[in-house]
């Protein structure tokens, strides 16, 4: 925990110097989903390679860049890519920059992935606005040693993400007449792809949809009082009834060719003040 709690420090005193923004939102990006940054002012960026303590990425179409910037009236932070317990990493490892972004100042975290869609309702190209989920990864990045001055030792998530953001998507996906889902996401541990039975178990459990991340993220954006918001891109809709083979090829590139809805209904909602 001490070297993780020195990772975090170093992280944080490099950004608070180098960064002449504080930003107040968080967007994480995710696979094929790295293209929204170009609708940002941007005031200054880093591979995460530059910055102390963080981790590398490995997933495929995962820049592994932190911008910072603005837009409309937001101050706001782009990662693009993220860290996966699949890599190799904790998931304290792979939270480390919400931790300290969280530390630094952020108030909001709005947390976007590809996901594979489990409810037949879905299509490709769907976005779901995630009203709860259901967490598979065999660790949570809080266990161990509590630091008081990070968060509680035991953080309620009946809220986890947060009824007043969804609303603002919700107001946002109205005005751009875009169809936005809602829907329980699922996370487990990868990086093999669910089987048949594993789909219908997890659509059995309630989840509409399913990937590799986000949920440790969000558990730790909640320990640290951030506000939270996520957004599932539907790749792909598969019935375990009439089982199709996944390939990663295939769920980046239906990611991508959503990723204009999902620029619109960012670049929307941040017309106006979004974090209290």
């Known amino acids: 925990m001490k070297d993780f709690m020195a990772a975090v ?16 939102i968080c967007v994480m990006l995710g696979t094929g989903l790295g293209g929204f940054s170009k609708s940002v002012n941007v ?20 820049a592994g860049k932190l911008i910072i910037g603005s837009l409309g009236p937001n101050r706001v932070a782009i990662f693009q890519g993220r860290f996966h317990y699949y ?16 530390l630094w100042g952020a108030k909001c975290l709005i947390g976007c992935n590809a996901a594979g869609g489990l409810n037949l309702s879905f299509s490709s190209g769907d976005l779901m606005l995630i009203k709860d989920h259901i967490n598979f990864i065999p660790d949570n990045p809080l266990r161990g040693p509590n630091v008081d001055e990070w968060g509680p030792r035991f953080p309620d998530l009946s809220t986890a993400y947060s009824p007043r953001l969804r609303s603002k998507m919700t107001e946002a996906a109205q005005n751009l007449s875009l169809d936005l889902k809602q829907g329980v996401y699922v996370a487990v541990p990868g990086p093999s792809l669910e089987t048949p039975s ?16 986000l949920v440790p993220e969000v558990i730790v954006a909640v320990h640290a009082g951030m506000e939270v918001c996520g957004i599932s891109v539907i790749a792909n809709v598969n019935n375990p009834d009439d089982f199709k083979p996944i390939l990663i090829e295939d769920v980046i590139e239906q990611a991508a060719k959503a990723e204009k809805k999902l620029e619109l209904l960012l670049t929307e909602v941040m017309k106006e003040p979004l974090c209290e």
């Open 9 to 24: 420090e170093k992280g944080l005193d490099f950004l608070s110097k180098d960064s002449p923004l504080v930003p107040e």
């Open 87 to 102: 890599e190799g990493y904790s998931a304290r490892q792979l939270t480390l920059p919400v931790r300290v972004m969280g």
């Open 198 to 213: 594993e789909t219908r178990f997890l659509r059995k459990a309630g989840a509409d949809a399913v990937a590799m991340s």
């Open 43 to 62: 005031v200054w960026e880093r591979p995460y390679s530059e910055i102390p303590g963080f981790p590398v990425s490995t997933a495929p179409e995962h």
